[in-house]
């Protein structure tokens, strides 16, 4: 019966578009985590007060509070270009969840070439930013919005090559087959991911999606101490709160969630004993760690420079990450993989 | 960085500017001595130049207004080595006029502006005389004697009252 | 043009030069302050800017003048007391010693052991406030939001054992000429000596957290570059001086209160760049942290303050008087005709005199690295305004 | 003390504090010092914060905290000492002489009364001079923080409110071990009062 009411057209195209809808207040959740870890890391409570215990609705305040503020066009902006921002940022970041694999069929499409969609999808963000800094018509977010475009084609380059050496480990593009690649080697009743054979790939996974997310130590484009944030200088209300913090949090989740499948095996459970609990939980869990990752180095490290940043990305991860497809390669002639 | 005494210092120092210096003597472990206006800028050089001196440290410039006796600067220099200091006074008269030391300390240059500003005093040869702190359009000269704080004209001293007119305090 | 593709650089300065070259470029003015997150406080710095390397800069001052040394004409010295702390906010006591030093020098009062060791303990502790604030904004500036947290936390034990003595957080009132205006509380011993304690054991994360860290590494090394030469001969002082290897200290260089007694050194950088100027402050609050536990120790009985008349008529004269600021050399030249008020007080102050070299620093620097260079300047612009 | 001190001392400690030279600490190899600051991130998200959350949790203030100056009216005699000694200017004070006879029939001794004793909290620094000046005690610094005024007009309080301000005035303070007040030798005879300019 359960089976009837799940291979139902409408039932599917109803869950598809659930997952879309988590997504907001997926964000709000993410938002008050970040706050929370972040403020006990510098010994304070952070926020308590919004919502009763431990503040749980600061940013379901905070998005009210933008929407009530005032949706402010600079006179000389490029009006339409300046209000399509948040539609394209958002748009960009939410692509990245069609092909996540919650389980076996649970996907919203299992495309052939996943990987490459999820690279393509990710790209779209650099757009947003380039119409923001060029519609705002200020000299400063044109700056901002310059170097934002400059970083996040320099990040995107790692990216590919730690997707592709999983890609090559993993024999197929589609997110499906690359869990299931996860599920093959069982040591000990324990599932081996990729992660231990892909750990130079997972580390520069991480420092591409943090700079492709520009959150410290890469947030170079929004950096406040010289160009007030960047872009984005001129925009207030929801639009801001959209195309800034949301497109930002969406994409956070995607990539993390986009990683954890790659590297940690999605829903692939830890152990062979643990097949009772969903894939679902699992993809949750991994993801959650890459994030809390994410949200530990924010903490912790300053900003780099813009030039040693574009200096690190061409002179230190594209070098290394081609000679960890390399090394993938020599891997894949070994008996084992 | 050995500390040498002041009084061998000021020995050293009017060796070496005796002539053009007078009344060179140590008053609270500091090196005083009077310089006219037109031998400033040789005497500072000479003091900065000169190796067993080294007072290669400006550390201030300042305006006094004596208001009959006319206006006062005193440049101190202070010699990192040595570890002394030397105050120079230099007494102007009423013309408040003073060849500028840009050309010994470029540093100088923020100093001088701010006693032309405060004070009138002019510094002729200084790169660009503009006002420092205070905003372009102020006239007047602040720390001179005769402006009065407009503030404290308008207001009467609130402990002006009787009873009887006790000393000390804040007034004009 | 010749044959070959000119390189950038060339192509340039070409087009620059005969103005009729294809890529006609021309300098941005731009204006960081009076208003802006990396000027601490109303700074203005006029910038003429090559696309992002920084052509020409130019500090404009004065926004914050409050015209202290007229103000200081009008009041006697109790008054002045108050005044002085306004000036470097961040260390109150700093600002105000000097000034009775100078008062009692003139007047020949003798101040008592009691009162000098409290001073120090004073100064030292508000050193070590003005160095916390400094450790944590800079990391702030560079984009690390945790330092300037951790730092608080160490200034609040410290700023509440001064809160308890002299009844104020950031304008004490407390120095006046012939000691102290009262005598510390019961605890207050306990109190600091505990800030230190936490203190002591704070410091290392400072070090692990920014100094070790490559990244704070990459923003600092290099950047900033103080000649040790330029600094001396703009009477630059302070941490800044001896980050750029100039061992010059005013309380080892001319000891006043009573530093002589206790052993201390004095960290020197070795290049004067950004990063030398945080380790320089860094290491000095643990050398600030050795000097307060050892006055604390040895705080010996007596009176708080030395026979000083009713009302304080300083004899006819001048002087001048100075003392190591957290910022470098704070210093006052009274002239005094007799009466309870000087006839002029001249105020020399660290922060005039470190700013006034920033435009060579900044000639040919990045727009981003002007942060790192202007937050490793620890200035205070009450200290460059007066 | 405060709440956030008792907290403190769980801070993890260090024995022998490591002094790195300038050139030392440039050296390190490259990725332990990003790792060790993560670990002390991590470090203190597992120790309980030590802020407080002021509105309802308030630190208590030490004895010599200069919230208001507080007057007690009693004992004012109108001598304009602190007034004269304000370096703000911004005490108010009136008065007149009143003739009472203390002892019924002995010749009418004359009292100063206060009429207005006012202080602008618009103009006021808190430096204290007044209360440290006043011979007859009639000032102290009351403990009251939050006298905020919607208009700058109402910054200026007169005679009663300051007196309603004595209610939290702490007892003056024990003093730390060895302090011996103010030293009392005979006193120089101070120079004739020179009339200001």
Not at chain 2, 67 to 74: I, L, R
Not at chain 4, 91 to 113: D, P, Q
């Amino acid at each position: 019966m359960i089976a009837e009411i799940l291979g139902n057209g409408y039932v599917q195209l109803g869950m598809k578009l659930g997952v879309l809808m988590i997504l907001l207040p997926a964000t709000l959740a993410l938002g008050w985590v970040e706050l929370k870890i972040g403020a006990h890391m510098q010994a304070r409570m952070g926020p308590m007060y919004p919502g009763g215990f431990h503040g749980w609705a600061q940013t379901l305040a905070d998005g009210i509070k933008f929407v009530l503020k005032e949706n402010i066009i600079p006179k000389n902006a490029d009006k339409s270009v300046f209000s399509m921002v948040p539609y394209v940022t958002m748009l960009g970041a939410a692509l990245i969840y069609v092909v996540i694999p919650a389980g076996e069929n649970l996907v919203i499409e299992n495309l052939e070439v996943g990987v490459f969609y999820v690279l393509a999808a990710s790209s779209i963000g650099v757009i947003g930013v380039l119409m923001a800094g060029w519609a705002s018509a200020n000299k400063y977010s044109m700056m901002g919005a310059l170097r934002a475009a400059a970083q996040l084609i320099a990040y995107e380059l790692p990216l590919v090559l730690a997707a592709a050496a999983v890609a090559m480990m993993a024999g197929s593009l589609s997110l499906v087959d690359i869990v299931e690649g996860q599920k093959q080697i069982v040591l000990a009743g324990f599932y081996i991911p990729f992660l231990p054979f892909q750990i130079i790939g997972f580390v520069i996974f991480l420092i591409a999606a943090t700079a492709e997310m520009t959150r410290p130590p890469f947030d170079m484009p929004v950096a406040e101490a010289e160009l007030i944030t960047g872009a984005f200088t001129e925009y207030t209300g929801i639009r801001f709160a959209f195309s800034l913090f949301a497109a930002e949090y969406i994409t956070m989740i995607g990539l993390s969630a986009f990683g954890a499948t790659m590297f940690l095996g999605g829903y692939a459970p830890l152990h062979t004993a643990l097949e009772f609990i969903p894939g679902i939980v699992w993809l949750l869990a991994k993801t959650g760690t890459i994030l809390f990752l994410l949200i530990w180095i924010r903490w912790t490290f300053p900003r780099l420079r813009e030039d040693q940043l574009q200096k690190f990305a061409w002179k230190v991860l594209i070098p290394l990450s081609l000679v960890n497809i390399f090394i993938t390669g020599a891997l894949k002639l070994t008996p084992w993989i | 960085m050995e500390r040498v005494e002041p009084e061998e210092f000021s020995r050293r120092v009017s060796a070496k500017i005796g002539d053009l210096a007078t009344d060179v003597e140590v008053k609270y472990g500091h090196v005083w001595a009077k310089v006219d206006p037109a031998r400033i800028v040789d005497v500072v050089s000479a003091l900065k130049t000169a190796p067993d001196l080294a007072c290669g440290y400006l550390t201030f410039l300042a305006g006094v207004d004596w208001q009959e006796e006319g206006f006062e600067v005193v440049v101190t220099v202070y010699s990192v080595t040595n570890e002394n200091t030397v105050i120079l006074s230099v007494s102007l008269g009423a013309d408040a006029t003073m060849p500028t030391l840009t050309g010994v300390f470029r540093s100088a240059e923020w100093h001088e502006r701010e006693a032309h500003e405060m004070f009138g005093i002019n510094f002729d040869g200084h790169p660009n005389p503009e006002k420092l702190y205070l905003p372009e359009d102020f006239e007047g000269h602040p720390l001179r004697k005769d402006f009065r704080l407009a503030s404290r004209v308008f207001k009467p001293w609130p402990g002006a009252k009787d009873p009887s007119e006790a000393a000390g305090g804040g007034r004009a | 043009m010749s044959s070959l593709i000119p390189t950038t650089d060339r192509w340039l300065s070409e087009a620059r030069l005969s103005g009729d070259g294809t890529l006609r470029t021309e300098e941005m003015v731009l204006n960081i302050g009076p208003q802006h997150p990396a000027t601490h406080g109303v700074l203005r710095v006029v910038v003429t800017l090559d696309g992002e390397k920084i052509v020409e800069a130019k500090p404009v001052i004065g926004y914050m003048h409050r015209g202290h040394e007229k103000l200081f004409e009008q009041r006697d010295f109790r008054q002045i007391t108050n005044l002085c702390s306004r000036m470097d906010w961040l260390s109150g006591i700093n600002n105000e010693i000097p000034a009775s030093l100078a008062v009692e020098r003139l007047m020949e009062i003798e101040v008592p052991r009691r009162a000098t060791f409290l001073r120090v303990i004073m100064a030292e502790i508000n050193r070590i406030l003005n160095h916390l604030m400094f450790t944590g904004s800079f990391g702030l500036e560079l984009g690390a939001t945790t330092p300037v947290m951790y730092a608080f936390r160490e200034r609040e034990l410290l700023q509440s054992a001064m809160e308890m003595a002299t009844g104020g957080r950031l304008h004490f009132g407390f120095i006046r000429p012939g000691g102290l205006k009262e005598d510390v509380p019961r605890g207050f011993v306990d109190l600091a000596l505990r800030g230190i304690r936490q203190l002591q054991r704070a410091i290392p994360d400072y070090e692990d957290l920014l100094i070790g860290n490559e990244i704070f590494k990459a923003r600092t090394v290099g950047v900033g570059l103080l000649d040790p030469d330029l600094a001396v001969e703009y009477g630059v002082s302070g941490p800044i001086l001896r980050a750029s290897g100039v061992p010059y200290d005013v309380r080892k260089a001319e000891p006043y209160l009573n530093y002589n007694e206790f052993d201390f050194n004095i960290p020197v950088g070795l290049h004067g760049d950004s990063f030398d100027r945080y380790w320089v402050l860094i290491q000095e609050m643990k050398e600030s942290a050795k000097i307060v536990e050892q006055a604390l120790m040895g705080l010996p009985s007596g009176s708080h303050i030395g026979q000083v008349p009713k009302r304080l008529t300083v004899p006819k004269g001048a002087i001048w008087a100075k003392a190591e600021n957290p910022l470098g050399e704070l210093g006052y030249y009274i002239v005094s005709d007799g009466d309870s008020r000087p006839y002029r007080m001249k105020a020399r102050t660290p922060s005039f005199s470190n700013i006034s070299v920033v435009p060579h620093m900044l000639r040919g620097a990045y727009v981003p690295d002007m942060v790192a260079v202007l937050g490793s300047m620890f200035f205070v612009v009450g200290d460059i305004d007066r | 003390m405060s709440v956030a001190e008792n907290r403190v001392d769980e801070l993890v400690t260090r024995e022998e504090i490591k002094t790195l030279s300038p050139g030392e600490a440039k050296r390190t190899t490259y990725g332990i010092g990003l790792i060790k600051g993560l670990g002390i991130t991590l470090r203190h998200m597992l120790k309980p914060a030590i802020t407080i959350q002021y509105p309802d949790v308030v630190d208590e203030l030490p004895a010599r905290s200069r919230g208001v100056i507080a007057l007690k009216q009693e004992n004012c005699t109108v001598c304009m000492l602190c007034a004269r000694e304000c370096p703000d200017w911004c005490i108010y004070i009136e008065g007149h002489k009143e003739a009472r006879e203390s002892v019924a029939g002995k010749r009418a001794k004359k009292f100063n009364v206060l009429d207005r004793f006012a202080i602008d909290y618009a103009l006021c620094m808190y430096c204290g001079i007044c209360v440290e000046v006043c011979p007859y005690d009639a000032l102290f610094w009351g403990q009251e923080d939050n006298y905020s005024e919607h208009d700058v007009v109402g910054l200026t309080h007169e005679m009663d409110k300051l007196s309603q301000w004595m209610y939290n005035v702490p007892p003056p303070v024990e003093l730390e071990l060895g302090a011996m007040g103010p030293e009392v030798k005979p006193l120089p005879t101070a120079a004739p009062a020179k009339e200001g300019s």
